[in-house]
């Protein structure tokens, strides 16, 4: 008897997994995947696509790049879709300590070189080309501050000027710095090293002492205000450089001969380093990204409601103003999933020249625009959880993706899973938003927890490790309207 049960429940249990299955197959081409399925009426599932409305906009933020974030150098002057975008960086090197000196007796001090050196930590754009590097000092009458935050895209405001020429023009060939650097002092590679003017070095290592430039970090920036580092747009205008400037790779280093004999040495007077690292700080360092958008395609866009085109470039730069108003009239189901899909539509003037060297941003950003709290910018309600909940947020969605489809072979795709949201809207009646999409850097959004703990409110960050580097990003999506690459939110859902 016993026996007979337990082949009546397996039974049962199998029949239930062929149902489920056979309900499935409908469905199964979700691209966040179904998760969870009514166990009674998982053979009614049905699918619908709900129209979305989409527009350009220009997102004017105060992106700062924080010391320990990747500095932006280079120019793009060859973007179609976008315009043009020019990378300049101010900023100072000062020792671990001060007042500060350099070993040895004055009159043995024999000067051989000052090398400003920069980690490379990649690219953006067209690296089969020279790049040419200045190195400037910054104008003594526009000196950096250091109790202000430098926005990154708002230079005019500040005026930061450079000076006179401190090293002779760089040429740096992207394709070898991979190569090792190895002498008696060094040995690393993906390392930038551009020697500084003679006189330079003489002022750092001769003149600067204890008693003057090097008494504290205010006196040394009186003597000598900082680097305005750029590039020269005659040579490679078409890329960006990523730098890591906390790395200690990133420093000026001094050469020079002095008769310091350091202990247990044999006491020979030979050649020596002295290194004047990068010391990270909150401010005093700015990192400037402008955009020129004249005469390009996005110029055409922003602004224009409804269309079949939308442009996001990473920040500072552009962004989607969303809208879905059928979800009101969806009426009240069971949602098994919401995705909402965007894609890219190729540009096939430059489908294999510019699209393959300027990609798509690794992350989008799809956030709610609340019009009753001060027009803020806050999470999708029940969807997007917090970035300390690693899993939770990489299930909401917005990360890049390559698919074929519509005859081309890798085309940028990006899912929103915002099935909470829709649920809340259909049977709670929650409050509906417009959207913002957005490819951010470094951001920070209004959190609000899931349902029910709702009443609650914080911020949460967006970091540079989470999202995009400064500058490097852009695509264009097919909007609402478009016949082939329709933006669109595809729903699976189950009548009561």
Do not use: W
Request: hydrophobic share 35%.
């Amino acid at each position: 008897m016993a026996f007979i049960n337990i082949v009546k429940r397996v039974s049962v249990f199998v029949l239930f997994l062929g149902l489920l299955s056979s309900a499935c197959t409908r469905v199964s081409t979700s691209e966040l995947g179904l998760g969870l399925l009514p166990s009674l009426d998982a053979i009614n599932t049905k699918d619908t696509i709900i129209e979305v409305e989409t527009e350009t906009i220009d997102i004017p933020d105060s992106l700062s790049i924080f010391g320990s974030d990747n500095h932006i150098l280079g120019e793009l002057n060859n973007d179609p879709l976008f315009g043009k975008t020019k990378a300049t960086m101010f900023f100072q090197m000062l020792p671990d300590f001060f007042p500060f000196y350099v070993q040895g007796s004055k009159d043995s001090i024999v000067v051989d070189s000052a090398v400003l050196t920069f980690k490379y930590a990649g690219f953006y754009g067209d690296s089969t080309k020279p790049i040419k590097i200045n190195v400037n000092q910054i104008d003594p009458s526009t000196p950096l501050d250091i109790k202000k935050y430098y926005p990154a895209n708002y230079p005019e405001v500040f005026g930061i000027k450079a000076g006179a020429s401190i090293a002779n023009p760089y040429v740096l060939d992207i394709a070898k710095l991979k190569d090792s650097i190895i002498n008696r002092y060094e040995a690393s590679q993906y390392q930038i090293r551009i020697r500084l003017n003679d006189n330079i070095a003489y002022k750092f290592i001769k003149e600067f002492d204890s008693t003057n430039a090097y008494r504290n970090d205010t006196t040394l920036r009186q003597y000598f205000p900082g680097f305005a580092v750029s590039v020269d747009p005659s040579t490679n205008n078409n890329v960006l450089l990523k730098l890591n400037m906390t790395d200690t790779n990133t420093k000026l280093a001094l050469y020079f001969k002095t008769n310091y004999t350091p202990l247990g040495s044999t006491g020979k007077v030979d050649t020596t380093v002295l290194k004047m690292r990068f010391r990270l700080s909150a401010n005093g360092d700015a990192n400037f990204i402008t955009r020129d958008r004249t005469g390009s395609e996005v110029l055409k866009h922003i602004g224009k409601t409804n269309d079949s085109l939308v442009y996001i470039q990473t920040s500072p730069g552009t962004g989607v103003k969303l809208k879905i108003p059928a979800i009101k009239n969806f009426g009240n189901k069971i949602i098994h999933k919401a995705e909402l899909i965007a894609e890219q539509v190729p540009d096939d003037a430059n489908i294999n020249t510019i699209e393959k060297q300027m990609l798509a941003p690794r992350y989008l950003l799809l956030a709610a625009y609340d019009a009753n709290d001060n027009k803020v910018i806050r999470n999708v309600p029940n969807d997007y959880q917090s970035i300390a909940n690693a899993e939770a947020f990489a299930r909401f969605g917005g990360f890049q993706s390559y698919k074929s489809i519509n005859g081309y072979d890798k085309v940028a795709s990006y899912n929103f899973n915002i099935t909470r949201y829709v649920q809340g809207v259909v049977s709670r009646k929650d409050s509906t938003f417009d959207f913002r999409i957005s490819a951010p850097v470094n951001d920070s959004i209004r959190y609000v927890p899931p349902y029910p703990n709702n009443t609650l409110a914080g911020v949460d960050y967006i970091t540079t490790s989470t999202s995009n580097q400064p500058a490097m990003g852009r695509v264009r999506l097919g909007g609402g309207k478009h016949s082939k690459f329709k933006m669109r939110l595809r729903i699976y859902y189950s009548d009561l």
